[in-house]
């Protein structure tokens, strides 16, 4: 294998290899490339990098596929299309079935002191135009996009800035290069493997032309008069769009790319003739040809793959159309499996801490009061009677495919205990009652909680209506309120709101090397401390400081991870970090691990029976390599 240098494997926080079988194999032309690229293509041995990207399929239980085929998948909107950069998952750096990071675009990368970081590309590596790919595409990023003020007006990204000053960028050969710190920065790696990665390259060949320092200045503006943009630097941000997959002429390193012909309600991606992977037997991928993305009503979405005009759909349909999809198995020749969605918690409710009513601020802050909340919330109801029974039952905490997993922190102040409830609630001093049994709030309020919701999941109403039983036996109210995304935001924005009901973390998979941000006061994503993040994203200009002692604890940890330099310090940090979650019930998490349905065609190969469903890590398909599927024809 080629791995890391001597030097840096005594020192290294983490060992990187080249992944794929140290073997040659014999390249094969794919039949079906004149289908998609008509006007011919140089032969494969001079498409592919010299060292590509060699995937042993039976390693992993999968057969090695055949060439051909159109995937036709469903679309809620016409943006979605953007998805096939998702699904497609080539990154610099990518994360396996198992978890684990390991390079992809990048031939091996090697790290000393996680402070050092160099990139080792693919020889003969080329963009999806031909051209090559080489290190004058991560310099052109870095000076003249990163650091330049007309198109990055705010600096360089955050995870590329160590103590506020940025990585010291070396170019060592075409192929080499190095992005060093004086401190350690764990972001790093972790960034460039997300399902919407930074891109911390660009085609620079094709981006010049539209940038000051290099294009043509009659060209740029006539380039602005067509596309109404108001300067060189809008001009350029309009065309370098790495993601959204709607500019026809950016050359790409993904599998599949935008297509002639293209339109809003139907996006045609061909195969990517100059991709970096092959299997054993030499094929290139990605086996299928094309991936086709058609814009439907979501509303329909269900109806429509269950009538056969899907062949792999899990985007717009959820557990509730189940029995649709089931219905549609044998006359539409598919299968539905079942993934568990890689999200903490499937619903979970959020008691804000930085509610700006005093006497509800007092109350949301005791800790025995969330905890009496937890207990007299019964989950198996939610379970039996929208679930099935399939779902787990208990806190927002990480899932058992995570390494960082522990049972107890599952079922900590989660069980349905509404005599413990109603004991810790009386601790409280919260005696007083109304006629109704219904408790009051010190200043003789009746304790009635409104639970906002964004109000686009009927599944988490249905889940609070199911909840209100459990709370009135410990005398407290629940109303809830749906409403939209925007307005649940300023309300807990401005300190009205008491209580929401979201989907859990985010990652419900992490590693020690994933950044905890989304599980520490220092972001206004979780509604738990939405004032306490923003004074975090703002530097103090907006906010609140924190002034609670386990919440200060957690932004601790957090600073103390960013300045982590071993993988052993950032799991002792982790496990703190969801032990203080699970003890301080900071969110109340009801159900996780709810299927999602993913239909699948019957002649599609490769896709895995048993599998998690996640944005990050996961990339819904990308971390499973859509590019390995294929058509049995």
Avoid at 236 to 257: G, I, R
Avoid at 400 to 421: C, G, H, I, Q
Wanted: hydrophobic fraction near 40%; charge should be negative; aromatic fraction near 10%.
């Amino acid at each position: 294998m080629i791995g890391l240098r001597a030097a840096s494997l005594v020192a290294a926080s983490w060992c990187l290899l080249a992944v794929g079988p140290a073997f040659a194999v014999d390249l094969v032309e794919t039949p079906t490339l004149d289908r998609t690229h008509p006007d011919g293509l140089p032969p494969v041995a001079e498409r592919v990098p010299s060292e590509p990207y060699i995937v042993d399929l039976a390693a992993r239980g999968r057969t090695p596929g055949t060439h051909g085929g159109d995937l036709n998948t469903l679309i809620g909107r016409s943006k979605d299309r953007r998805l096939i950069n998702v699904w497609g998952y080539a990154r610099l750096m990518g994360y396996n079935e198992k978890l684990e990071l390991v390079p992809d675009l990048l031939r091996a990368v090697d790290v000393e002191d996680g402070k050092v970081f160099t990139f080792h590309l693919r020889k003969g590596h080329r963009w999806s135009d031909g051209e090559p790919f080489t290190a004058e595409d991560f310099r052109y990023w870095w000076e003249d996009i990163a650091n330049n003020e007309a198109l990055s007006p705010s600096g360089p990204n955050y995870f590329m800035l160590v103590d506020g000053k940025p990585a010291e960028f070396t170019i060592i050969d075409d192929h080499t290069i190095r992005f060093a710190w004086e401190k350690a920065n764990p972001q790093f790696l972790p960034e460039l493997a997300k399902s919407r990665p930074p891109f911390i390259y660009r085609p620079a060949h094709y981006l010049k032309q539209f940038h000051e320092k290099y294009g043509d200045t009659d060209f740029i503006k006539s380039q602005m008069k067509e596309t109404k943009t108001r300067n060189w630097a809008s001009l350029h941000n309009q065309k370098d769009e790495m993601y959204n997959a709607n500019n026809l002429d950016q050359p790409s390193l993904q599998p599949w790319v935008l297509a002639p012909g293209s339109s809003k309600q139907r996006a045609t991606m061909v195969r990517n003739p100059y991709y970096h992977r092959v299997d054993t037997d030499g094929r290139q991928l990605p086996y299928i040809d094309r991936v086709i993305l058609t814009v439907a009503d979501k509303r329909l979405i269900a109806a429509k793959t269950q009538a056969g005009d899907s062949q792999l759909q899990a985007r717009n349909i959820s557990f509730s159309d189940v029995t649709v999809l089931k219905e549609g198995e044998r006359q539409s020749d598919y299968t539905t499996l079942l993934w568990p969605i890689a999200k903490g918690a499937h619903v979970a409710l959020f008691p804000n801490l930085n509610v700006k009513d005093p006497v509800w601020r007092e109350v949301l802050r005791d800790v025995r009061f969330r905890r009496a909340l937890s207990l007299g919330t019964d989950r198996s109801i939610v379970n039996q009677s929208l679930y099935f029974g399939l779902a787990t039952e208990g806190n927002n905490s990480v899932l058992p495919n995570s390494p960082l997993f522990r049972e107890d922190r599952v079922s900590k102040w989660a069980v349905f205990d509404p005599e413990t409830a109603n004991a810790l609630l009386d601790e409280m001093g919260l005696t007083e009652r109304q006629g109704d049994g219904t408790r009051k709030l010190p200043d003789g309020r009746p304790l009635e909680i409104i639970v906002e919701s964004a109000g686009e999941r009927q599944s988490e109403i249905d889940a609070l209506e199911l909840i209100k039983e459990g709370w009135r036996e410990i005398g407290i109210k629940l109303f809830v309120k749906p409403s939209q995304r925007d307005s649940l935001r300023n309300r807990a924005y401005s300190g009205d709101l008491v209580m929401a009901v979201w989907e859990g973390f985010e990652n419900g998979l992490p590693t020690p090397a994933t950044n905890p941000v989304g599980f520490v006061p220092a972001s206004v994503d979780m509604f738990t401390w939405y004032g306490w993040g923003d004074y975090y994203e703002t530097g103090g200009r907006t906010g609140e400081k924190i002034d609670y002692a386990p919440a200060q604890r957690l932004f601790d940890l957090y600073q103390a991870w960013l300045v982590s330099t071993s993988d052993e310090e950032r799991t002792k940090i982790w496990h703190e970090i969801l032990d203080i979650h699970a003890d301080e019930v900071f969110s109340i998490g009801v159900v996780s691990s709810v299927q999602q349905p993913v239909a699948v065609s019957n002649k599609l190969r490769n896709v895995p029976q048993n599998a998690f469903y996640g944005w990050d890590p996961g990339a819904q398909f990308g971390v499973f390599r859509m590019d390995e599927f294929w058509l049995d024809q």
